[in-house]
C-alpha cells in the first residue's frame, strides 16, 4: 500500500526533431532542435518521428521516453525507441 504523499514516474512520451543549421565562419553544419511533441504512447511518438523524418526540411527525430520523478523533478536520461536520419551522439543530447 502507498502512502497518500507518494507518486510514481511521470512517463513522457518524445517524438524530437532536428535540423541541420550553419555555424562560424566556415559554414560547418550544426544539430539544432526544430520541433518537439509530447505524447501519451510510446507508439504515437514513434510514429510521428517516423512521419517527420521524410520530411524535406528535417535532418533527423527522435522518439524517446524519460521518467520524470515528480516529487524532486529529477528526469532519467532518455531510453531511445528509435532515432532516425542524422541525430545528435547520445552526450550531446
Do not use: W
Not at 39 to 54: D, G
Amino acid at each position: 500500500m502507498t502512502k497518500p504523499d507518494e507518486s510514481t514516474a511521470k512517463v513522457h512520451y518524445i517524438c524530437q526533431t532536428y535540423v541541420e543549421k550553419k555555424v562560424g565562419r566556415d559554414g560547418q553544419d550544426s544539430l539544432k532542435i526544430d520541433k518537439q511533441f509530447e505524447y501519451t504512447t510510446a507508439s504515437e511518438a514513434q510514429n510521428r518521428a517516423e512521419r517527420e523524418a521524410q520530411s524535406e526540411d528535417c535532418a533527423g527525430a527522435d522518439a524517446y521516453i524519460v521518467n520524470e520523478d515528480p516529487n524532486t523533478g529529477e528526469v532519467e536520461p532518455p531510453r531511445f525507441l528509435i532515432r532516425l536520419g542524422k541525430v545528435p551522439e547520445f552526450d550531446e543530447f
